[in-house]
């Protein structure tokens, strides 16, 4: 017998009516039109016979919902899963864990006595349910949760994580549950709209190449649909730069806090992008009252994927202070892009706006270094910039036991004898530079050349 009970159901599990309905899916047919599609690892490392409560974590707009969609195609159309053990549901309008509890007790109800094979649960936006995870440990203990892989996913990192980590002992074997989806690196995305370059053995000799599509990643950022959008229709609308900057305004309406003071800070921080600032510096300049209140803000904002920042490592102590002032950069170019023209009153004319100011305005510097720091934080985490003496250094940050330093210099001319007082203090520095070369302890390299060659495991 058919399903006849909640209609929300039907309307977002079309597919129970016939497997190929997800080919009509808007998601779907979204991702088919884009001339790049990009395919996250996770579409084929998901676990189809496996018990597990994973998560899938990543800013808005960059694709969560197109994943899980195209996971539930790869479900329906080559694992042959039976369409009505798959169920999606977005939580926008579920307000807490009691409702959630109602909506899945419903599906559970109907489809369990109805088959003996695996169920996948796909939650999408779970990150604003209050306490969700008390449902999905309830569920777990009653054993109403075997045989089956459920996937949720949400903007908000700590949300997800602290809310996943209450569930111990309670989330399968599989070794990373907690998926991130974040914007493609400049070398993903070189790797998606010019993978024939991105395939050649020696990048020094196809620099020219490469600083143009530079010029377009500091345009578009990692967000596939706004990287699709540019290249498409030659510019970004500016409804694609107000949404992004609204969905923004709806994640810190959605938790009880002010878009007006988020603003406020936001502006101060542009003015102090690469350079350290102290809350309480932050907190007098936008006119609030309390330092407390802008670290409240700047710790939402991190959590929304729209910034981050470093704390002070002193080089000749190795050791973190964390008194001393942080630096704070954006997650992504199109998240700086939409924001500094929102802030300057330039999102009606977005495009226009950011094209001047990337290719030719004297924000391209800061806005280059913001940019080397979104990929070097995925790569060191923590991530920190360095003090040694009166000298700063951009960036520090260990892996394997080893401490890296980066300096980024864009500008027309660099050179070698400008670090000359490094040479007590650390034993290797790359520079990353606009376009000069050189090789040894202190090495030059171009931008393009370091970000697209040096990946998260290797330097």
Not at 17 to 38: H, R, V
Not at 243 to 257: N, P
Not at 274 to 297: C, F, Q, R
Request: proline share 4%; aromatic share 14%.
């Amino acid at each position: 017998m058919p399903y006849s009970g909640n209609l929300d159901f039907l309307v977002y599990n079309p597919w129970w009516e016939t497997a190929e309905a997800i080919k009509s899916d808007i998601k779907i047919q979204e991702f088919s039109a884009q001339k790049f599609k990009y395919r996250h690892s996770f579409l084929e490392t998901f676990p189809t016979n496996l018990d597990a409560i994973l998560t899938l974590r990543g800013p808005r707009r960059i694709g969560k919902t197109t994943l899980v969609k195209l996971i539930i195609q790869s479900l329906l159309l080559k694992e042959r899963v039976f369409p009505e053990n798959i169920f999606f549901y977005s939580c926008e309008q579920v307000t807490d864990f009691k409702e959630l509890a109602a909506i899945l007790k419903e599906y559970l109800s109907f489809i369990q006595p109805r088959t003996k094979e695996r169920i996948f649960i796909f939650l999408d936006e779970i990150s604003f349910v209050r306490e969700w995870q008390r449902t999905i440990k309830t569920l777990a203990d009653l054993g109403q949760l075997k045989n089956t892989t459920c996937l949720f996913t949400g903007s908000s990192t700590i949300d997800l994580t602290f809310s996943s980590e209450r569930l111990p002992g309670r989330r399968g074997a599989f070794p990373k549950p907690d998926v991130d989806l974040l914007p493609l690196t400049f070398a993903e995305f070189v790797q998606l709209v010019k993978p024939e370059l991105a395939a050649k053995p020696k990048l020094e000799f196809h620099l020219a190449s490469l600083q143009k599509l530079f010029d377009d990643y500091l345009l578009t950022g990692g967000f596939p649909n706004t990287i699709n959008e540019y290249y498409q229709k030659g510019f970004i609308s500016s409804v694609t730069f107000e949404t992004f900057v609204k969905w923004i305004e709806g994640d810190l309406h959605e938790i009880g806090k002010s878009e007006k003071l988020a603003t406020q800070i936001l502006n101060r921080v542009f003015t102090h992008l690469t350079t350290p600032v102290s809350w309480y510096k932050l907190a007098k300049e936008a006119g609030i009252g309390s330092h407390a209140t802008v670290m409240d803000y700047m710790e939402i904002l991190e959590r929304l994927f729209v910034l981050f920042s470093t704390k002070c490592f002193l080089v000749g102590q190795q050791q973190v202070d964390v008194k001393k002032n942080r630096k704070i950069y954006f997650s992504d170019p199109f998240i700086y892009n939409s924001l500094y023209a929102y802030i300057n009153g330039f999102l009606d004319e977005s495009f226009a706006f950011t094209t001047k100011q990337t290719i030719s305005g004297k924000t391209k510097p800061a806005l280059v270094e913001n940019t080397v720091a979104a990929h070097l934080s995925r790569t060191l985490s923590p991530l920190y910039y360095g003090k040694f003496k009166d000298n700063e250094i951009d960036f520090v940050g260990r892996k394997h036991g080893v401490v890296h330093f980066f300096e980024v210099k864009y500008q027309n001319k660099v050179s070698p004898s400008e670090f000359s007082w490094t040479k007590d203090a650390i034993s290797r520095l790359t520079v990353i530079t606009k376009k000069d070369f050189h090789e040894g302890k202190l090495e030059l390299i171009p931008v393009e050349i370091f970000l697209a060659t040096r990946s998260r495991f290797n330097f």
